[in-house]
Every structure is written in structure tokens, then in C-alpha cells.
């Protein structure tokens, strides 16, 4: 990852992903979503790079599939795999 897509402020929207090249971005934000909670479980809470997966869930996912898919880890009902 780029150190520019890493420091506070300077991602607006997320970055062209090859996986996901149609307009259609639900997978990216899912994906980029599952990244950073598995990035966070091995890695642990402070490491900074999963951020960067934070960012981009934060930029394509609706607020509202992000708060349900929170509720659920934390319900332990959560169907991905983390």
C-alpha cells in the first residue's frame, strides 16, 4: 500500500481494484470490510496499515450495511468469514 493512501485525510474515494471492475462496487465494500476485520484479528488493534481497508469500506459501504454487519459481530450472528 502506498504510504499517500495510508496518512490521515488523503483517500476521498477508494482506488481502482482490478478484483472489482465493473460500477457495481457492493463486492469491493464488502471485501474491503472482511480485510480489515481480518487484518485487525491477526494483526491486532493497533496496527496501523488496516486503516487503509477501513478507509475504503468507510468510502463504499452505506452507513446503514456497515452498523448491520457491526451489530452482528458483535450478536456473534455475522455469516462472513473473519
Same mark, same amino acid.
Given at each position: 500500500?502506498?504510504?499517500a493512501?495510508? !496518512? ?5 474515494t477508494?482506488?481502482?481494484? *482490478? ?12 471485501? !474491503? ?28 459501504? *452505506? ?14 450472528s ?5
Amino acid at each position: 500500500m502506498p504510504a499517500a493512501m495510508l !496518512s490521515e485525510g488523503t483517500v476521498s474515494t477508494a482506488p481502482f481494484d *482490478p478484483r472489482f471492475p465493473n460500477t457495481n462496487q457492493t463486492r469491493y465494500c464488502y471485501q !474491503s470490510y472482511l480485510d480489515f476485520h481480518r487484518c485487525q484479528k491477526v494483526k491486532g488493534q493497533g496496527y496501523a496499515p488496516c486503516n487503509y481497508f477501513k478507509k475504503m469500506y468507510e468510502a463504499l459501504c *452505506p452507513n446503514a450495511w456497515v452498523e448491520k454487519w457491526d451489530d452482528q459481530i458483535d450478536g456473534g450472528s455475522f455469516s462472513g468469514h473473519i
